[in-house]
């Protein structure tokens, strides 16, 4: 089976952790999943965003060939293009009637109107915690988008403009896989930062999710059609709300939930076949090299 995507530190583990396992996993480039993957193959869709963040990394398309060559694909292409718009995840997940911030897409000022602050206004296709500002008044509201309207991703896809879900400091974040939670990990913002990604200082420590936290994320994972997501939960009024989800999470083993191993819990429900251990290479060390270094920001 083979990681499709682009080079990322995650994609580099999960190849690493499923091979321990006896899984013949490789990562592929797009055109190379094309070429090496038939029928009874599984080809897990791990695009991301773009660092410019206007739009997907290049070659998503392949995924449904994939699909059309019999390949089983899981993270089709438009599971991942629902989890990394929020704009088509806000609208599947309040059509669903599932707990998110109010969102409105807007191209101007005055398409904000109605968001009453304290808001927070982001890229359609952000990761990161890149370029996302929270805004006490009106006129930071209007600041922010002034200051924004150059960028290439507001010239591209306009911004969301997100009610604020009050900061408590840190939010859950879950690993679905097939409809079970795998994963999960509570981040910390950095002191002084409201923003809980990694990525700008957050911190990750282990967490047991609550039942009512882990029905959340598998109802949104199902509604937004993924295979392998992360979906990120902030605790508002007792309960949570459904902030994002991410087609290619970046996770590790601080995500295993007591004993079990993140990367195998995913493997296993993702029902990935597995060689008989008499077949199994035994020097784990001869893995096939990524093709090119992976990155390492965390979201
Ligand atoms: N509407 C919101 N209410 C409260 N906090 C938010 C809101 N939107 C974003 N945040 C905070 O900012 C972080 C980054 O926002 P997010 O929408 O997840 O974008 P990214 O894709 O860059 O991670 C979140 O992890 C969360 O801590
Ligand atoms: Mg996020």
Known sequence: MGIVGWPQETNA????????????AGMLLPAEARLLLGRHDVGVGRFDVRESLDGVQPGIEILTELERDGVRVVNRAEALLNAHDKLRTARLLGDADLPHPKTRHVRSLEDATDMAPPVVV??????????????????????????????????????LVQELVPPVGYDLRLVV???????????????????????????????????????????????????????????????????????AVEFDRTYDLGDANVFAAAAAALHLPRL????????????????SRPKSRVS
């Open 122 to 159: 982001k890229p359609r296709f952000g990761s990161w915690g890149t370029d996302v500002f929270r805004c006490e008044t009106s006129l930071e509201i209007a600041q922010t988008l002034a200051a924004v309207r150059s960028r290439p991703w507001f010239v591209k896809h306009g911004a």
């Open 13 to 24: 583990r999960i190849v690493a952790a499923w091979r321990d396992l006896g899984v013949t």
């Open 276 to 291: 008989p251990i008499r077949l199994r290479p035994t020097i784990s060390s001869g893995r096939t090299p990524a093709p």
């Open 177 to 247: 896989a097939a409809g079970q939670v795998v994963g999960a990990v509570q981040r910390a913002a950095r002191a002084g930062e409201w923003r809980t990604n990694v990525a700008i200082g957050g911190t990750r420590r282990p967490a047991r999710p609550p039942h009512e936290a882990c029905a959340l994320g598998v109802m949104a994972a199902a509604i937004i059609g993924a295979d392998l997501v992360g979906v990120d939960l902030l605790p508002a009024a007792g309960g949570y709300v459904v902030l994002e989800l991410n087609g």
